[in-house]
């Protein structure tokens, strides 16, 4: 039986399909604004593959956040309806002046704050008590809008799951999608375009030799062998688990179940002998998400493995070869993904390396550590770094992470992460780094787990010890 706050969800969710579907009746051109993390561009993705469906007339861009340069920027657009994307729940005071020129929809999941203003349709699961942070990503709000819009839409459900493991909303046990994300799973498996497996969680499952998946995998990380491929070929020699099956190397999906048992093994044993709790490994395990209309082999196949590409464009400023993927494109667009992905992860392997090696990098008051890379981070990256930082908790064990990161106008981007085990005792990151940024001049918002804010240079001492104390009576 469906929860009555979902029932109502789904209501507003037709009601906004239909304002859309007004809109473009009208003759209306539309801007699609999508966040330029995976879930951003999934959820873009979603929006641009439905309007393109309706044959409405639309543009797509992509906002790295909602600051007041880019909503001047948004007002001077031709589009007179936009449509935002995983984006704009948090800013609606700032988005008040735009919806007096342009009908504006924010299709989101992030925490809200204040009201809307003017011509706005606000279609949020936090308004309905459902939580946004874990049971519904903004490509899954897109999705239902979609859906919505159309029946024939259902394949996108998978984009939908795409967005939500991107926005890791897959952190419960056996690693699922729950709450209300399993109705848009149940969607994709319905329409017959997903199937869900319960497996060993390698990054290339289907694509990759064994000891590079096993070094691919940094979520959970796993210290001593993510990201170090020699030492994954030496533990599974050590086994006497064969890479090669004659000429060819073997993936991950080819493993007996004997071999993954050995592995799990071997595994917890390499993490207890560094210190850490072994139930880490664990998390490697759990529900693997396969988009079955994508071909065998290819990395878009794994929605895991999908949102990670996504977010590698994104991050690298190459967004539109994600929307691309999104829209269907394959061949030498997929190539080039890949591509992307691997400067992303040598990227993020650099910057891991020099957050390691360099002295001074590492700042640890009593509830945050915080990275300084103002000198070296590149400020679309922040939120990678701590994200792997924080799911590593090699760092910081019971403490919130904070990356520093210096912006292009001379502002400091942070990029905050807490444990699962922190948001169950109440932290919420997303309202505390709003009103903490905001008290020191700045903006910040987000979801419990992961949330951000930027703040002017001049007030970042203060601004962390402030926020340091106000952290201290949640975590102890
Ligand atoms: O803007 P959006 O909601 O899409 O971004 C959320 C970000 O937070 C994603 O980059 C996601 O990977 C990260 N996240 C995280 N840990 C969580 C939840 C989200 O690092 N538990
Ligand atoms: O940039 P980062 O990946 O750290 O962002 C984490 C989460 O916080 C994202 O969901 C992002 O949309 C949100 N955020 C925000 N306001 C900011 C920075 C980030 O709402 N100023
Ligand atoms: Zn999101």
């Known amino acids: 039986m469906m929860l009555e706050s979902y029932r109502k969800f789904f209501d507003e969710a037709a009601a906004t399909a239909e304002k859309i579907r007004q809109r473009i009746s009208a003759g209306s051109t539309i801007l699609v604004a999508g966040h330029f993390d995976a879930d951003g561009l999934a959820a873009a993705g979603v929006l641009a593959k439905a309007l393109?469906?309706?044959?409405?007339?639309?543009?797509?861009?992509?906002?790295?956040?909602?600051?007041?340069?880019?909503?001047?920027?948004?007002?001077?657009?031709?589009?007179?309806?936009?449509?935002?994307a995983d984006i704009g729940s948090g800013y609606l005071e700032l988005l008040g002046g735009l919806a007096r020129s342009k009908e504006i929809f924010i299709l989101d999941h992030h925490q809200t704050e204040g009201e809307c203003v003017g011509r706005f349709t606000h279609l949020n699961p936090h308004l309905y008590n459902i939580d946004g942070g874990k049971e519904v990503s903004g490509a899954g709000v897109a999705y239902l809008v979609a859906k919505a819009m159309n029946r024939g839409n259902q394949d996108l459900a998978v984009l939908a799951v795409v967005g939500a493991v991107g926005d890791m909303q897959d952190k419960n046990e056996g690693r699922a999608l729950r709450g209300f994300n399993s109705h848009i799973v149940e969607d994709g498996v319905e329409g017959g375009y997903l199937r869900v497996d319960a497996d060993l969680l390698m990054y290339g499952r289907e694509t990759r030799p064994i000891h590079k998946a096993l070094s691919h995998t940094v979520n959970p990380f796993l210290p001593g062998l993510s990201g170090e491929e020699d030492n994954c070929l030496a533990m599974l020699s050590s086994l006497s688990i064969p890479v090669k099956d004659g000429d060819r190397w073997r993936a991950p999906v080819e493993l007996t179940t004997e071999e993954k048992k050995m592995i799990m093994s071997a595994i917890v044993e390499n993490i207890i002998s560094k210190g850490?709790?072994?139930?880490?490994?664990?998390?490697?395990?759990g529900s693997v998400y396969t988009l079955l209309k994508e071909e065998k082999w290819t990395p878009t196949r794994d929605a895991r493995e999908y949102a990670a590409l996504l977010n590698a464009c994104g991050r690298m400023g190459r967004p539109s070869v994600a929307l691309a993927i999104c829209m269907g494109e394959r061949g030498s667009t997929l190539a080039e993904a890949n591509q992307i992905l691997s400067e992303h992860r040598r990227a993020l392997a650099g910057y891991m390396s020099m957050i390691r090696e360099r002295p001074g990098i590492i700042e640890n008051l009593e509830s945050v550590c915080i990275i300084h890379g103002e000198d070296f981070l590149d400020e679309n990256m922040t939120g990678a770094v701590s994200s792997l930082i924080s799911s590593s908790e090699v760092l910081a064990t019971d403490k919130v992470v904070l990356v520093l990161a210096k912006t292009k106008s001379g502002d400091i981007k942070i990029s905050a992460r807490a444990t699962e085990r922190l948001v169950e005792k109440g932290l919420n990151l997303g309202l505390v780094l709003q009103q903490n940024a905001k008290k020191h001049g700045g903006f910040g918002g987000g979801h419990r787990a992961a949330a951000g804010a930027q703040i002017p240079r001049s007030k970042l001492r203060e601004y962390v010890e402030d926020l340091n104390k106000n952290l201290l009576g949640t975590l102890r």
Not at 60 to 68: A, G, R
């Open 52 to 84: 393109y469906r309706e044959g409405a007339r639309f543009h797509v861009s992509v906002l790295k956040q909602l600051d007041p340069e880019t909503v001047d920027h948004l007002s001077n657009l031709t589009p007179e309806t936009i449509i935002l």
């Open 276 to 285: 850490l709790e072994g139930a880490v490994a664990m998390n490697l395990v």
